[in-house]
Nanobody, 124 residues
């Protein structure tokens, strides 16, 4: 059974930082593209970042480019998202997702597995 479990969310002041982590089980982790998405109240789920199998390829949404870093540890089956210079508009539930196959993608519908999400709230 595939499980993705996020952690690291919380309440932070604008300008602060958070590191989100996602632990995967039940998958051959190194064969999955991993992604982070977020969903704010009343809005659609949106792409944040994705990382290739090996970690050599990373892609970011324009909204977080320069402030976010996605990384993975295939030995530990984890993927992380470091977010700096947080803004109130970053407030959302953040989801970890896994996609089988080699191609990175920004489309939520192409990811096979999802975590339960972790809340990030940025106060102004």
């Amino acid at each position: 059974q595939v499980q993705l479990v996020e952690s690291g969310g919380g309440l932070v002041q604008a300008g602060g930082s958070l590191r989100l982590s996602c632990a995967a089980s039940g998958v051959t982790f190194s064969s999955y593209v991993m992604g982070w998405f977020r969903q704010a109240p009343g809005k659609e789920r949106e792409f944040v970042a994705t990382i290739s199998w090996s970690g050599s390829g990373t892609y970011y949404a324009d909204a977080v480019k320069g402030r976010a870093t996605i990384s993975r540890d295939n030995a530990k089956n984890t993927v992380s998202l470091q977010m700096n210079s947080l803004k109130p508009e970053d407030t959302a539930v953040y989801y970890c997702a896994a996609r089988s196959g080699p191609a990175t993608t920004r489309l939520p519908g192409t990811y096979n597995y999802w975590g339960q999400g972790t809340q990030v709230t940025v106060s102004s």
